[in-house]
Every structure is written in structure tokens, then in C-alpha cells.
């Protein structure tokens, strides 16, 4: 198993431009998330979802969008870059809450750090 | 709104010495999970933890410990015969399982340095 994978490492974009950030899981996980990381500020939550076609907000929202087409994939767009989105980006998966037990361990992707200049 | 505060930014502790890190969370729900994530400079998010609030019975997992405090609303971790390979930021995060919705909460994180 690959496990929860991400693709950039890194990003470097000038405002304004838009951009995919691009997440995968081959563990049949009905749940995945997208977290911004900045300091002092813990992982907050972005997007997420419970399966595929649906997706719901979470505490940051603004300036992404996401879909969910497909259990493995759920990339995350930035519409138009701001430095603000300057970050390090995380993707997790797990069994939906309901599957309960340890089921609930979320995994993560190795992160993306995107710089907005 | 669940929201989960974690107050020592910071913390240190010597080499074989135990420290205690606090997580303290807000909700109304009674029916929860609970979790510590260690995240080393490789940015790898790792699984320390993890409490089930029906669960009474404090988790542990080799050195690691928690003091889970329903009540009060803490979930605290304890380290013991700590090594250099604990230091990390390690993040206290809230799930919940009553609500239609399935979020998982993270606090602001603890910076745990090792000091040999």
C-alpha cells in the first residue's frame, strides 16, 4: 500500500494563479480532509468528505474548492492564489466514523508546502 | 462548535525525565474520540494515541499515557523516560461520533524539545 500520497512536495505561485493540489489513497477510506498547517495555528480543517459526491466545508473554506469523484482521489483547488495561502498543506484519509474502533486513525500525506508570492 | 486548546507552545524536558502535555477540548456531545498526532521535523503526522470517551480506562501505548479527564473536558499526554527521539510537535485532536457531520478538530499544537 502506498498509503495517502500527495503530489507537489512544493509549490512556488504568483498571485492570482490557480492551481491542483492532488491527493490519493488506495486504502478504500470513505473519509478524506484537506488541513492548512501555519505556526501557531495547529491543522485546520479546509474541505472534507464522506465518500464520493459529497463534500462539506470545514473551517477555512474561502478561496478553495474541492470534488470528490472517485473513493481514491480528492484534489484541492486554489482558484486564485493569494499570499495568505502561503502553507503547508495536508491530506488525510480513514474509515467514516460510523465504521467505528480504530477505523477512526486518520492517515496522512507527506504535505505540500505552497508559497504565494 | 467543538474547539480544541492545547496552552504550552512550548515545552522541554531532559532526556529519561517524563513530561506531561495538555489538551483541554469543548463540546457538548458525550460520545467521542480523542487523539495525540506527533509530527517530527520530517513533517510526517504519526499516531501516538487514542481515547474513546466511553472508554474509562486511560489509553496507553509504551511510554505514552494519557490522563483523559471526562469531566473537566482534558485529555492530557504523558511521556515517560522521554528520548531524542520524542521531540516533535504533537498536536491533541477531537472526533466526534453523535453528530450528522464528521469533522476532526486539531489543536494549536505543543513544540516538546529533548534535552540530553
Known amino acids: 500500500n502506498a498509503g495517502v500520497t500527495q503530489t507537489p512536495k512544493f509549490q512556488v505561485l504568483k498571485t492570482g494563479q490557480s492551481m491542483t493540489l492532488q491527493c490519493a489513497q488506495d486504502m478504500n477510506h470513505e473519509y478524506m480532509s484537506w488541513y492548512r498547517q501555519d505556526p501557531g495555528m495547529g491543522l485546520r480543517l479546509i474541505h472534507y468528505s464522506v465518500g464520493a459526491g459529497i463534500t462539506d466545508q470545514g473551517e477555512v473554506p474561502n478561496g478553495y474548492n474541492v470534488s470528490r469523484s472517485t473513493t481514491e482521489d480528492f484534489p484541492l483547488r486554489l482558484l486564485s492564489a493569494a499570499p495568505s495561502q502561503t502553507s503547508v498543506y495536508f491530506c488525510?484519509?480513514?474509515?467514516?466514523?460510523?465504521?467505528?474502533?480504530?477505523?477512526?486513525?486518520?492517515?496522512f500525506g507527506p504535505g505540500t508546502r505552497l508559497t504565494v508570492l | 462548535a467543538q474547539t480544541v486548546t492545547q496552552s504550552q507552545p512550548e515545552m522541554s524536558v531532559q532526556e529519561a525525565e517524563t513530561v506531561t502535555l495538555s489538551c483541554t477540548y469543548d463540546t457538548s456531545e458525550s460520545d467521542y474520540y480523542l487523539f495525540w498526532y506527533k509530527q517530527p521535523p520530517s513533517r510526517q503526522m504519526i499516531l501516538v494515541i487514542r481515547?474513546?470517551?466511553?472508554?474509562?480506562q486511560n489509553a496507553t501505548e509504551n511510554r505514552f499515557s494519557v490522563n483523559f479527564q471526562k469531566a473537566a473536558k482534558s485529555f492530557s499526554l504523558k511521556i515517560s523516560d522521554s528520548q531524542l527521539g520524542d521531540a516533535a510537535m504533537y498536536f491533541c485532536?477531537?472526533?466526534?461520533?453523535?453528530?450528522?457531520?464528521?469533522?476532526?478538530?486539531f489543536g494549536p499544537g505543543t513544540s516538546l524539545s529533548v534535552i540530553p
Open positions: 488525510a484519509s480513514s474509515y467514516a466514523r460510523l465504521a467505528g474502533g480504530p477505523g477512526n486513525e486518520q492517515f
Open positions: 485532536a477531537y472526533r466526534s461520533a453523535e453528530t450528522s457531520y464528521d469533522k476532526v478538530i
Open positions: 481515547q474513546e470517551a466511553y472508554k474509562q
